[in-house]
């Protein structure tokens, strides 16, 4: 046993838990969530078995603004693309919106309900 703790989980608040899951298995095609039995939280689990991530349910969820230090963003997410157009189209069909396209090797985006994430082809 040991006292090294190793991440389980990143957990993002949001009004529906279901549909932002829902949301992220489409987009890093993963398997189907783990929904617990009250619908507040649910889990997708990283098929190559390192950390999941976790869907919490807030009733008076406010979304982060980016940028903006009034309402921050707290964390993001930075997901790995070998084809950046493709994976910019295809995140953008998923219902994602572009925040920032400026750099040359990473677009900024908002999931369906603000929180940002990083497409990198770094």
């Known amino acids: 046993m040991s006292a090294v703790p190793t991440l389980g989980v990143v957990a993002l608040d949001c ?3 279901v549909a932002l899951a829902e949301f992220y298995r489409s987009v ?3 398997a ?3 929904v617990a039995e009250d619908g507040h939280w649910v889990t997708l689990a990283n098929p190559a078995g390192g950390a999941g991530l976790a869907f919490q349910r807030v009733p008076d969820y406010r979304p982060p603004a ?3 230090a009034e309402n921050p963003q707290q964390l993001h997410l930075d997901l790995n693309v ?3 157009e493709a994976a910019h189209e295809r995140v953008l069909g998923l219902g994602a ?3 920032d396209d400026t750099p040359e090797t990473f677009r ?3 999931d369906p309900v603000g929180h940002p994430f990083c497409l990198c082809a770094c």
């Open 97 to 99: 919106k572009l925040l």
């Open 82 to 84: 070998t084809d950046l």
């Open 32 to 34: 189907a969530p783990e």
């Open 15 to 17: 009004p529906d838990p």
């Open 28 to 30: 890093l095609e993963w």
């Open 66 to 68: 980016w940028p903006s």
């Open 108 to 110: 900024v985006y908002a």
